[in-house]
């Protein structure tokens, strides 16, 4: 896999910060950045590194953020924080006080689509909840039941199927994996004891085979599964680290996995065969961007708090 630098530029911070890559209005991407003390959310120019806007009004400690697309060409930046959710719009900064949802620790927050074309907005609860919210209204949905041994919910994630009838699914502390119909709320089949530690990090990949998620505890092991089946798909992968972030993408059609974590460095693995690409870049943090020319938008933030934006793609044969 080639990469090319866009961008690098400092995001003002002397550690790593969130990053997370989203489609703007205008069918330009857009780059959003939060700090994990909950001071400020960002969003920046990819091509000039510049600030469009900052907010620095403070949350209580952002733990993970998503930007939901709208019909119409608008976005959202929703925040999970240790007292909720928090909102605001992405193209301009301006803050949503009357959607702010005050009621639980989310650890993980997730975008997902229901069958009609809605998006949904998903949380992970640290009561052992899985949220569903309506990001038009923000009003709540509905929850899951209280998890029963598992301890806190700490990740939340979205798989995609061609038919449009997507799955969550959500991981506790206790390393058990959970499927739920994404309309009622109602769990599919039964939990998965997935890994030895707490599941940190779910997410849908792009994949020759539909259905497909990846899933990542507190070792760095990586496992995927078929959310229909409950089936693991394949071998573990051991990353070799702690791991902090993960994304997916399509790049020239195949599917992709890049991890970042506690060594400063982005790895890419093959979503089908799970088998190491030769490809690495710094970075503690990441996010992904398929878009439509068939190669990839990666945007990493490094232990020192340079944000970096790169453009993936397969070398010609």
């Not at 899951?144 to 038919?163: E, K």
Request: glycine residues 18%; negative net charge; aromatic residues 6%.
């Amino acid at each position: 896999m080639a990469q090319r630098e866009i961008a690098r530029f400092s995001s003002g911070s002397g550690h790593a910060v969130g990053v997370a890559l989203g489609w703007g209005a205008d069918g330009e991407p857009l780059l959003v950045s939060s700090g994990d003390d909950g001071w400020e959310v960002c969003r920046w120019d990819i091509r000039t590194g510049d600030r469009v806007w900052c907010d620095g009004e403070g949350m209580s400690g952002c733990n993970s953020m998503a930007l939901v697309p709208l019909s119409g060409g608008g976005v959202l930046l929703a925040v999970g924080t240790e007292d909720g959710i928090e909102w605001w719009n992405a193209l301009t900064g301006q803050r949503r006080p009357g959607w702010i949802w005050e009621d639980r620790t989310i650890w993980d927050v997730s975008v997902g689509e229901l069958p009609d074309g809605r998006p949904i907005l998903l949380g992970a609860g640290h009561d052992g909840v899985m949220y569903r919210w309506d990001p038009v209204t923000g009003e709540l949905l509905g929850t899951s039941p209280a998890g029963v041994g598992g301890g806190s919910t700490m990740a939340v994630g979205f798989v995609p199927s061609p038919d449009g009838a997507g799955l969550v699914v959500s991981g506790d502390e206790a390393g058990r994996i959970s499927r739920w119909n994404a309309v009622d709320g109602c769990q599919v089949g039964e939990p998965i004891l997935g890994h030895g530690s707490k599941v940190r990090i779910l997410q849908g990949l792009f994949a020759a085979e539909t259905h497909l998620f990846v899933s990542c505890d507190q070792q760095g092991e990586l496992k995927r599964w078929n959310a229909v089946t409950g089936a693991q798909v394949g071998p573990a992968i051991d990353t070799g680290t702690d791991v902090y972030g993960l994304a997916t993408a399509s790049v020239g059609g195949m599917g992709v996995l890049f991890t970042a974590g506690a060594d400063d460095t982005v790895r890419v693995w093959d979503s089908d065969t799970g088998e190491s690409i030769g490809f690495s870049l710094r970075g503690t943090v990441v996010s992904a961007l398929t878009q439509p020319d068939g190669t990839a938008l990666l945007a990493t933030s490094t232990a020192q708090g340079e944000i970096v934006v790169h453009a993936c793609s397969l070398p010609a044969l």
